[in-house]
């Protein structure tokens, strides 16, 4: 151990956050020391306000502040479009391309067997209570490429067959398994304008 025990700790916690290595976490902590005690009491206090706080909207299960989002509360969106997505990150990444104009549903999570995780596990019945009470809706599924993000996928698409339901997929000029968190804008934006329908 080089540091003092208490700076280690800090380090441990900025490793913890994604893309954080040994280096960067050292730097981080260390920049933190060097903050003035007013700044570092507001970031500590920020963060546990925002774990309090924050909570899934009633409506789509995106992050917010209020019982309905921002998003789900804006007459100017059509609400028969929705993206459909693993988890909130996500949300904020669409919202940067300023072009979509649907609203969301974000699962907070994907279906997987081997995991032990199953439709009732993830934030589904609520979208098929959302899709009940629209005329004509389009679901555009925004889900990883990979083998939860498959079986989510096909899920969906067999419980909402016979219903009035447009199903379309982005594109495939996102790489396989890629994050849609970690998209850049222009990339998602082209594969929602080029989505594929893949059911009706």
């Not at 300023?98 to 019945?125: A, M, R, W």
């Not at 849609?180 to 009706?200: G, H, N, W």
Request: hydrophobic residues 35%; proline residues 4%.
């Amino acid at each position: 151990m080089i540091y003092p025990k208490k700076l280690e700790e800090i380090i441990e916690y900025y490793k913890k956050l994604p893309g954080i290595g040994e280096k960067s976490a050292e730097r981080m902590a260390l920049s933190t020391l060097d903050m003035p005690t007013e700044q570092v009491e507001n970031f500590s206090t920020s963060l546990v306000e925002a774990k309090n706080i924050l909570r899934p909207c009633r409506i789509c299960g995106h992050i917010t502040d209020k019982e309905v989002c921002d998003i789900c509360s804006d007459e100017g969106r059509d609400k028969n479009i929705i993206c459909v997505l693993e988890d909130y990150k996500s949300v904020f990444t669409f919202e940067k391309t300023g072009n979509f104009k649907g609203v969301y549903h974000v699962l907070n999570g994907l279906i997987s067997p081997t995991e032990g995780v199953g439709y009732d596990d993830i934030n589904l019945p609520s979208l098929l209570d959302r899709i009940e009470k629209l005329e004509n809706p389009e679901l555009i599924l925004a889900l990883k490429s990979n083998i939860e993000g498959e079986t989510t996928t096909l899920f969906i698409k067999k419980i909402l067959e016979g219903k009035n339901v447009v199903i379309s997929r982005l594109s495939y000029g996102i790489p396989i398994g890629a994050d849609i968190d970690y998209m850049d804008t222009v990339t998602l934006d082209k594969a929602l304008d080029d989505r594929k329908q893949i059911s009706e």
